[in-house]
């Protein structure tokens, strides 16, 4: 989404692909959903999958401006995210709210306070890859961290090699 606002909702929503979209002037890596300016609502009752079928160096998610909302209309929905998660810019709300949820990818949001991921009840982050977190909010989540270079502000810990943060978000 460049400009305009985009709102997809049902009881099973499945985003798949690897869309190819410049980034200031420049080629970026795809990214199965795109926002820079513009908004856009993904929510599902019962499953909300997002899968980036491009390059290893793509996102599921990559927002650079504007907004992403991602997330189940209730903490019985599962969320599914493969691929990685990226944003620069603009605002992110991504929220994962049980055992059944998941990321599957590096996560990259700088120092972008606008930016929060959430991991609740059980939800999993499995990091493949170097990653920095600005908001990693919940409660009862896991994150099988094993690559460096991660940054969660909330706490105010920075990870260099190590894995500082515990595995679990209480």
């Given at each position: 989404?460049?400009?305009?606002?985009?709102?997809?909702?049902?009881?099973?929503?499945t985003?798949?692909?690897?869309?190819?979209?410049p980034?200031?002037?420049?080629?970026r890596?795809?990214s199965?959903?795109?926002?820079?300016?513009?908004?856009?609502n993904?929510?599902?009752?019962?499953k909300?999958?997002?899968e980036?079928?491009g390059?290893d160096?793509?996102n599921?998610?990559?927002?650079y401006?504007g907004?992403?909302?991602?997330?189940?209309?209730?903490a019985?929905?599962?969320?599914?995210?493969?691929g990685n998660?990226?944003?620069?810019?603009?605002?992110l709300?991504?929220?994962?709210?049980?055992?059944?949820?998941?990321?599957?990818?590096?996560?990259?949001?700088?120092?972008?306070?606008?930016?929060?991921?959430?991991?609740s009840?059980?939800?999993?982050w499995?990091?493949?890859?170097?990653?920095?977190?600005?908001?990693?909010?919940g409660?009862k989540?896991?994150?099988n961290?094993?690559?460096?270079?991660?940054?969660?502000?909330r706490w105010?810990?920075?990870?260099?090699?190590?894995?500082?943060l515990?595995?679990?978000?209480?």
């Open positions: 989404i460049y400009k305009g606002k985009t709102n997809v909702s049902g009881k099973t929503v985003v798949k692909g690897a869309a190819q979209a980034v200031d002037g420049k080629e890596y795809s199965a959903v795109y926002v820079q300016g513009g908004e856009v993904l929510t599902a009752d019962d909300l999958a997002i980036n079928t390059s160096e793509g599921a998610i990559g927002v401006g907004e992403a909302i991602v997330k189940g209309t209730s019985d929905t599962i969320v599914t995210v493969d998660v990226s944003a620069s810019a603009g605002k709300d991504l929220a994962l709210e049980n055992a059944e949820s998941y990321i599957n990818g590096a996560i990259n949001t700088a120092d972008n306070e606008n930016a929060v991921v959430t991991l009840n059980g939800a999993t499995n990091a493949t890859g170097e990653s920095k977190v600005s908001n990693l909010a409660n989540g896991e994150q961290i094993s690559h460096r270079s991660w940054v969660c502000s105010g810990l920075k990870g260099g090699y190590s894995t500082p515990p595995n679990r978000i209480y």
